[in-house]
């Protein structure tokens, strides 16, 4: 799959967010290592420690269909954000060497790898084995 697939998709995503708060839209789409593309949005809570990321939606859909390895994902946000700590650390999980596609509304772009936005990450081969 093409990033500009993948960037139209999380863009497409992005109109269903649920962002009464802060207005500020999320759309994420992630490929997996089966061909596999999942959609998510950012969604607040009016308790807003309890608001989840689109990239985290799209990483827990992916995972409760089964899936383990991610590819790349698109981000879109009408500035270019790019994912915050926790949903890096949580798509680190399934995907080390990932890439990371970071686009605005007006369709400028940007990749990154994993290992570039999150250096020296904690993972499985920190934790002891039993």
Do not use: W
């Not at 992005?14 to 207005?23: D, E, F, I, L």
């Amino acid at each position: 799959m093409q990033d500009k697939e993948l960037i139209t998709l999380a863009n497409d995503a992005r109109a269903k967010a649920y962002v009464p708060y802060s207005n500020y839209r999320v759309g994420a789409a992630l490929l997996t290592g089966s061909g596999q593309v999942y959609t998510g949005v950012n969604v607040e809570n009016a308790s807003y420690g309890l608001a989840i990321c689109a990239e985290r939606t799209a990483a827990v859909k992916a995972v409760s269909a089964g899936e383990r390895e991610f590819v790349a994902i698109a981000v879109v946000t009408d500035n270019g954000g790019s994912p915050c700590g926790a949903c890096r650390q949580v798509l680190a999980e399934f995907g080390p060497q990932m890439r990371i596609i970071v686009a605005d509304s007006a369709g400028n772009s940007r990749v990154h790898t994993m290992s570039e936005l999150l250096p020296d990450s904690f993972g499985p081969a920190n934790l002891p084995r039993k």
